[in-house]
């Protein structure tokens, strides 16, 4: 008995779903160059490598896919292996070799290489990076008419090579990405995010020393899918940052209720695009203001009591632990005044009654922080007249825009 051939769509579906499980980028070029094989297509497959430092291009690999798929040796292609400078395009479209790289590696070498290989045109597919491209996957063509199929592949192809990549760039030491990198993915997450009108999260996880950054972030590794990615936050005090493409509030609730199981005593909330920001930082600020709140919910004794807003408060003395000899340390807040230079204001939200602070510039910076956190969370417990903004993302007119939600609790 004999098995019938493979539907082409079957087949190709085979071929993707290999490509996409590849755990490293060498696994990603292996099942691109046999997936080409099988798909029958005639070409060349390499890729280019970009030098972050030097912003150098390097050619690393290059591929003879029929009739069998054998690597070549690139040293005797007679072309710069690099490092060189090249204009990646990023359109995707076939063009002749020389126009795509005879800047780089000289018309009378794109066209000795021409004539070896049979392959006139080529085709470029950017490897997207968090800082630009990261590389690009080339296709040397014998014919300018564009394959639907070897397109197609390329992109599924870059998009595998992109993530496996970002993954081999992260740290070994703590398994998470420092502060430039990850602001970097996060801008091209909220760019993309607002072009296609999708959600996004950001959940920030406060650790309570630097030691405990490695154990934290494997931790919250475990629970990231293929495309979320976990950072380090430029902040005094040591916290992580997830950024969660695709992501909207009730998601992020359902990822903080199961990291909270994997990481007991650890404050954590979200900020969610746009509702909550338009900006990565402004995301991030959300999310450890209401991480703050959700600490100082958790440890009363180191709140002081409500007051209301028909009170005036003239001054707040928060029990501070951990500050020694400089706890307490006062800061008197203002209902109604407007902010000068260097104060915050915090409004309300449904009420819109504000308070200004005017803090004392003697103390440390971060007992300063502390207070302010502790601060801004009482006055906007301090409505009882609108109970109800607590179930809301919540603003104000400051600099410190620090509100609660059901993700803090």
Same mark, same amino acid.
């Given at each position: 008995?004999?098995?019938?051939?493979?539907?082409?769509?079957?087949?190709?579906s085979?071929?993707?779903?290999?490509l996409?499980?590849?755990?490293?980028?060498?696994?990603?070029?292996?099942?691109?160059?046999?997936?080409?094989?099988?798909?029958?297509?005639?070409?060349?497959?390499?890729?280019? #490598?970009?030098?972050?430092?030097?912003?150098?291009?390097?050619?690393?690999?290059?591929?003879?896919?029929?009739?069998?798929?054998?690597?070549?040796?690139?040293?005797?292609?007679?072309?710069?292996?690099?490092?060189?400078?090249?204009a990646?395009?990023?359109?995707?479209?076939?063009?002749?070799?020389? /126009?795509?790289?005879?800047?780089?590696?000289?018309?009378?070498?794109?066209?000795?290489?021409?004539?070896?290989?049979?392959?006139?045109?080529?085709?470029?597919?950017?490897?997207?990076g968090?800082?630009?491209?990261s590389?690009?996957?080339?296709a040397?063509?014998?014919?300018?008419?564009?394959?639907?199929?070897?397109?197609?592949?390329?992109?599924?192809?870059?998009?595998?090579?992109?993530?496996?990549?970002?993954?081999?760039? $992260?740290?070994?030491?703590?398994?998470?990405?420092?502060?430039?990198?990850?602001? !970097?993915? &996060?801008?091209e997450?909220?760019?993309?995010a607002?072009? +296609?009108?999708?959600?996004?999260? *950001?959940?920030?996880?406060?650790?309570?020393? @630097?030691?405990?950054?490695?154990?934290?972030?494997?931790?919250?590794?475990?629970?990231?899918?293929?495309?979320e990615?976990?950072?380090?936050?430029?902040?005094?005090?040591?916290?992580? &940052?997830?950024?969660?493409?695709? #992501?909207?509030?009730?998601?992020?609730?359902?990822?903080?209720?199961?990291?909270?199981?994997?990481?007991?005593?650890?404050?954590?909330?979200?900020?969610?695009?746009? $509702?909550?920001?338009?900006? +990565?930082?402004?995301? *991030?600020?959300?999310?450890?203001?209401?991480?703050?709140?959700?600490? %100082?919910?958790?440890?009363?004794?180191?709140?002081?009591?409500?007051?209301?807003?028909?009170?005036?408060?003239?001054?707040?003395?928060? &029990?501070?632990?951990?500050?020694?000899?400089?706890?307490?340390?006062?800061?008197?807040?203002?209902?109604?005044?407007? %902010?000068?230079?260097? $104060?915050?204001?915090?409004r309300?939200?449904?009420?819109?009654?504000? +308070?200004?602070?005017?803090?004392?510039?003697?103390?440390?910076?971060?007992?300063?922080?502390? @207070?302010? !956190?502790?601060?801004?969370?009482?006055?906007?417990?301090?409505?009882?007249?609108?109970?109800?903004?607590? /179930?809301?993302?919540?603003?104000?007119?400051?600099?410190?825009?620090?509100?609660?939600?059901?993700l803090?609790?």
């Open positions: 008995m004999t098995l019938a051939p493979a539907s082409p769509a079957l087949l190709l085979d071929v993707l779903l290999e996409h499980t590849q755990t490293g980028f060498a696994g990603v070029m292996d099942a691109l160059v046999r997936g080409a094989g099988r798909l029958g297509l005639r070409c060349h497959l390499g890729s280019l #490598m970009r030098d972050a430092g030097t912003e150098g291009w390097h050619l690393t690999a290059l591929w003879d896919v029929a009739p069998t798929p054998r690597p070549m040796d690139l040293r005797g292609l007679g072309v710069s292996l690099g490092p060189f400078a090249f990646l395009p990023m359109t995707g479209t076939v063009q002749p070799l020389a /126009d795509l790289l005879g800047a780089a590696w000289g018309t009378e070498a794109c066209a000795k290489l021409t004539q070896r290989l049979g392959a006139p045109h080529a085709v470029a597919l950017p490897i997207r968090t800082g630009g491209p590389g690009a996957l080339l040397l063509l014998p014919d300018p008419t564009p394959v639907p199929l070897l397109v197609r592949l390329l992109q599924h192809a870059a998009v595998a090579a992109a993530g496996c990549l970002q993954r081999e760039a $992260q740290p070994s030491g703590d398994g998470v990405l420092d502060p430039p990198a990850l602001a !970097a993915a &996060a801008e997450e909220i760019a993309r607002r072009r +296609y009108g999708r959600p996004l999260a *950001v959940v920030a996880v406060r650790v309570e020393r @630097v030691a405990d950054l490695a154990h934290a972030g494997r931790l919250v590794g475990r629970h990231l899918g293929r495309w990615r976990v950072g380090r936050v430029a902040t005094t005090a040591p916290a992580l &940052a997830l950024l969660l493409p695709e #992501m909207d509030r009730g998601a992020a609730l359902d990822l903080i209720a199961r990291l909270r199981g994997a990481l007991p005593g650890m404050p954590m909330a979200a900020a969610i695009f746009p $509702q909550d920001g338009a900006t +990565y930082a402004q995301l *991030v600020e959300i999310a450890l203001g209401r991480g703050a709140l959700a600490m %100082a919910q958790a440890h009363p004794e180191h709140r002081p009591a409500a007051p209301t807003h028909r009170d005036p408060v003239p001054e707040l003395t928060p &029990a501070l632990p951990g500050a020694g000899a400089a706890a307490p340390i006062a800061e008197r807040w203002t209902r109604g005044a407007p %902010a000068g230079p260097g $104060q915050d204001t915090v309300c939200p449904r009420c819109l009654v504000s +308070y200004t602070r005017h803090a004392p510039p003697t103390a440390p910076r971060e007992v300063l922080e502390r @207070v302010r !956190a502790l601060a801004r969370t009482l006055l906007h417990q301090a409505c009882p007249d609108h109970p109800a903004h607590l /179930d809301l993302p919540a603003g104000d007119t400051g600099p410190s825009r620090i509100g609660t939600d059901p803090a609790a």
